[in-house]
């Protein structure tokens, strides 16, 4: 325990979409951490809010006719709603786009200004000539110019993952008319992003929370930094200061929100918001690894250039996979909060038990109905609620209520223990191993009546039933204040039937070693339900009839997308040629470096195929060209052609009779 707050906030949802349980990753372990601690006697204020702004918020508008706050005020319900459902409850959850966020926006974006931080530069940027408009973020796409894979104009999204600044993007389309874009100038305004490198580097060893954000973030800050256009083209979000045309990037308004959130808290409340941002209490971001990058490397070097207190830990979680498969709402593989859960009557308990449980904080989490069912039948129903029944039951029908004696010794000691043991473990952030030992104790107990059967023993030892079932209700009333953190409805619920009226929340963990008093047990009842087989394989077939849709879907997009007429493709100008030379491009063990004969002329071309073929035995090899492609660059390498090849192994399309190099294909 300390004797200063802590602040404890959540990565902000886009509110372009529904709540999927690839959101409550986060959500859900940050809440039963602010709920342990509270039980362990800290000061916690907990804030998060939604995130208004960006092209994605604006995209989504527009497909349905209605304007970017109408949507933002939609979702941001949505998610408000759903999160007191699955018992996330914050001390506040603000929105971006509100006017405490615009203002301590443009405050810091002045100081940094103020500071030198901030400078104003002309670069090129996709501008769609059809459309009449500049091309931001994700109104733009192409080939990442650093791996070659397909990118939205913000991030390689499908291949290296690097963030990319406007106008970097090679080959950019409109996703608007679907047309070819172009280069033009445009102001923009840049942080000095490079000149914290210093900063950071003592920063990074000294910020607290998980391993894989503090690795993941050295690793950006040995690449060596860039200064980072913090400037949209955008009529939606926070306006640059003095610049109409201009809205800061997303990235940092939405930060910010953190700290317009606290404002908000503290004027509600009468709390001190510049405690935190201000002074030396502690803050502790839980996100996304995705977000690793913004929340280590960009959000402390911004605050520390506008004069504010940083980032104590940063808690990044592992990804989702859905049945072992890669999360994708395009592919179907996806479970809604909401539709495929809340909405059907299954307890918000038992998917936060599982969240918890599953995997390590940091390791990719699997959720699939076979394993949901395993959890809840195995560890929630035949172990915790077993044990809980079978004590309160008993003591309520054969005992007529709490034996006024006190508990051994050996079960205080156990109980202590496993407390102790969890509450380490959620300090360090391993809530897996914090629940194993709560559940560890439900064991425990369960083995105590067991083996010393009190319905057998009072038959000729009432005495020694009483002292059996007393130590049971003492472990009880200890797995009811450990659990709330976990399961706050069934804690609740179980702290009731000890007889107590008021909330368990109130409590600290350290009551789970005190008596009972003058309590009177409540009426006992079965507090777990197990998933049937029915129930599962109705959930199962759901998830795989979206899979099955998203299939058909897809297949349906291909062919209306690539059904193309006899004029378009003899637009596409294919040549044999012959490879002369080939080797490997440093840096990517995908790509091979390959110079072509053409006949009349030889060229250099930029090829996939390295994990399938040694340059030496490609040698020589007659291959089908596309010769009228647009030059890109791939890894820093000019590219003046494409190779064709196919399926999976790129088994390279050759000629079935010898051919001169540069006859056209027909």
């Given at each position: ?198 900063f950071l580097k003592d920063f990074l060893p000294n910020l607290k929370g998980t391993l894989n954000a503090r690795n993941y973030a050295q690793g950006w800050i ?348 003899t637009k596409v100008e294919m040549k044999t040629a012959r490879i002369i030379e080939a080797e490997k491009i440093e840096g990517s063990d995908k790509l091979l ?74």
């Amino acid at each position: 325990m300390t004797d200063s707050p802590v602040l404890v906030t959540c990565g902000l949802p886009y509110t372009n979409g529904p709540c999927h349980i690839g959101h409550l990753r986060t959500y859900v372990p940050a809440d039963f951490y602010v709920r342990f601690l509270r039980h362990c006697g800290e000061n916690v204020v907990f804030v998060c809010g939604s995130d208004n702004h960006g092209t994605p918020v604006v995209i989504s508008s527009e497909a349905e006719g209605i304007s970017p706050r109408e949507m933002c005020e939609r979702y941001h319900a949505h998610f408000d709603e759903t999160f007191r459902k699955m018992g996330v409850l914050f001390d506040r959850f603000g929105m971006t786009d509100d006017p405490a966020n615009h203002k301590k926006t443009k405050e810091i974006v002045t100081s940094l200004i103020d500071n030198g931080y901030i400078y104003e530069k002309t670069i090129s940027q996709s501008y769609c000539p059809q459309c009449k408009m500049f091309l931001p973020d994700r109104y733009v796409e192409g080939l990442c110019p650093h791996c070659g894979e397909k990118a939205r104009g913000d991030e390689c999204d499908q291949g290296c993952g690097k963030h990319l600044e406007p106008g970097e993007i090679l080959e950019p389309v409109c996703r608007i008319c679907g047309g070819n874009a172009e280069l033009r100038d445009q102001d923009h305004f840049f942080f000095k992003l490079g000149e914290f490198s210093h900063f950071l580097k003592d920063f990074l060893p000294n910020l607290k929370g998980t391993l894989n954000a503090r690795n993941y973030a050295q690793g950006w800050i040995n690449e060596g930094l860039h200064d980072w256009c913090i400037t949209r083209t955008l009529d939606w979000g926070v306006k640059f200061p003095g610049r109409d045309d201009l809205v800061v990037y997303v990235w940092v308004d939405a930060p910010i929100g953190y700290m317009a959130f606290t404002e908000e808290w503290a004027g509600e409340t009468g709390g001190d918001w510049e405690e935190f941002w201000k002074g030396n209490a502690p803050i502790t971001h839980f996100i996304g690894q995705d977000i690793i990058y913004h929340h280590c490397i960009f959000w402390p070097a911004l605050l520390k250039g506008a004069g504010y207190s940083t980032p104590d830990s940063v808690v990044a979680s592992g990804m989702v996979k859905i049945d072992d498969k890669k999360f994708s709402k395009s592919r179907g593989y996806v479970v809604w909060t909401n539709e495929d859960y809340l909405d059907l009557g299954l307890s918000p308990d038992y998917l936060r038990y599982y969240l918890l449980s599953y995997t390590s904080h940091t390791k990719e989490l699997n959720f699939s109905w076979s394993e949901y069912q395993a959890r809840v039948n195995n560890e929630l129903v035949d172990t915790l609620g077993n044990f809980i029944y079978r004590t309160v039951h008993f003591t309520s029908k054969k005992l007529g209520g709490i034996p006024q004696i006190d508990a051994d010794e050996e079960i205080l000691e156990e109980i202590k223990k496993r407390s102790e043991l969890s509450e380490a473990s959620v300090r360090d952030y391993e809530f897996k191993a914090a629940i194993d030992e709560i559940m560890a104790l439900a064991s425990y107990g369960n083995g105590y009546i067991q083996s010393n059967a009190p319905w057998k023993m009072i038959k000729e030892d009432r005495e020694g039933a009483e002292k059996v079932i007393r130590n049971c209700l003492q472990i009880v009333k200890a797995l009811a204040l450990l659990f709330d953190s976990v399961i706050p409805e069934k804690a609740q619920k179980i702290w009731e039937q000890l007889g107590y009226g008021d909330s368990v929340s109130d409590h600290p963990v350290s009551e789970g070693t005190e008596g009972f008093g003058d309590t009177v047990l409540g009426e006992p009842s079965i507090l777990f339900e197990k998933i049937e087989e029915d129930r599962l394989s109705e959930y199962e077939s759901t998830l795989k009839m979206r899979v099955e849709e998203a299939k058909k879907k897809e297949n349906r997009n291909i062919k209306e997308n690539y059904m193309i007429s006899i004029d378009e493709f003899t637009k596409v100008e294919m040549k044999t040629a012959r490879i002369i030379e080939a080797e490997k491009i440093e840096g990517s063990d995908k790509l091979l470096k390959i110079r072509v004969d053409l006949g009349d002329e030889k060229r250099q071309i930029v090829s996939g195929i390295a994990k399938f073929y040694n340059p030496e035995e490609i040698l020589g090899t007659d291959v089908i060209v596309v010769t009228n492609l647009k030059p890109a660059k791939l890894f820093g390498v000019e590219s003046q052609g494409m190779i064709l090849a196919a399926g999976e192994e790129a088994s390279l399309l050759v000629p079935k009779r010898n051919v001169v190099p540069g006859t056209k294909v027909l």
